[in-house]
């Protein structure tokens, strides 16, 4: 019923910055919350920051005063903008949003999007 599509990853220096999008379409009433996740190689998929509807927002520790989290809810978008980028924040980031489905669906579904991948290079 929803899709949500990433893009802005790539390839960048340590020290650069990338901007990320995630879009939402499809049958969608409201959109509650939307998150951001990374998954290293190897490693586990860990909540990065999560954006709630009215402006509460949140940050993993490694990342606070670095990413910035941010959404259009006129556009089912939300963004994820990288600053002072390490290498150790080389993973496939993937959005995720708590989406309130219109007719003739109804009720609130979670949904992944594909991932993008971001490479840091020292």
């Known amino acids: 019923q929803v899709q949500l599509v990433e893009s802005g990853g790539g390839l960048v220096q340590a020290g650069g910055s990338l901007r990320l999008s995630c879009a939402a379409s499809?049958?969608?009433?409201?959109?509650?919350?939307m998150r951001w996740y990374r998954q290293p190689p190897g490693k586990q998929r860990d909540l990065v920051a999560v954006?709630?509807?009215?402006?509460?927002?949140h940050y993993a520790d490694s990342v606070k005063g670095r990413f910035t989290i941010s959404r259009d809810d006129a556009k089912n978008t939300v963004y994820l903008q990288m600053n002072s980028l390490k290498p150790e924040d080389t993973a496939v980031y993937y959005c995720?949003?708590?989406?309130?489905?219109?007719?003739?669906?109804?009720?609130?579904?979670?949904?992944w999007g594909q991932g993008t991948q971001v490479t840091v290079s020292s």
């Open positions: 499809g049958y969608i009433f409201s959109i509650d919350a």
């Open positions: 995720n949003a708590d989406v309130r489905l219109k007719s003739p669906y109804w009720g609130t579904e979670n949904y």
């Open positions: 954006s709630i509807s009215g402006g509460t927002t």
